[in-house]
């Protein structure tokens, strides 16, 4: 019952932008950490950046400075924003979220359908 659907991806040329954004819908009682990763053809998925009910952020090295996450607790959303965009960031990006949903209230993994950016020279 509970879902993320993501949307913004695309395609953009090297040095450019594009804004992620992922919802969370259903029966929720509360969100943890949320995320996105990325899964690029042949390669494992990886963490891009998460961020805590708090605010507190992380990036993986290769984003450090690029990219910025951020969420709207009462929207049930998180967003990526996505600068100096590069062909080695091309991927499927996905959302993740640590979710307790009701009525069990049990934190689970949840993830989203994925979209695809890709970013050509």
């Known amino acids: 019952q509970v879902q993320l659907v993501e949307s913004g991806g695309g395609l953009v040329q090297v040095g450019g932008s594009l804004r992620l954004s992922c919802a969370a819908s259903g029966s929720i009682f509360s969100i943890n950490v949320m995320g996105w990763y990325r899964q690029a053809p042949g390669k494992q998925r990886e963490l891009v950046a998460s961020?805590?009910?708090?605010?507190?952020?992380n990036y993986a090295d290769s984003v450090e400075g690029r990219f910025t996450i951020s969420r709207d607790n009462a929207k049930k959303m998180v967003y990526l924003q996505m600068n100096s965009l590069q062909p080695e960031d091309t991927a499927v990006y996905y959302c993740?979220?640590?979710?307790?949903?009701?009525?069990?209230?049990?934190?689970?993994?949840?993830w989203g359908q994925g979209t695809q950016v890709t970013v050509s020279s």
């Open positions: 961020i805590t009910g708090g605010g507190s952020t």
């Open positions: 993740n979220a640590v979710i307790s949903a009701l009525p069990v209230r049990v934190p689970r993994n949840y």
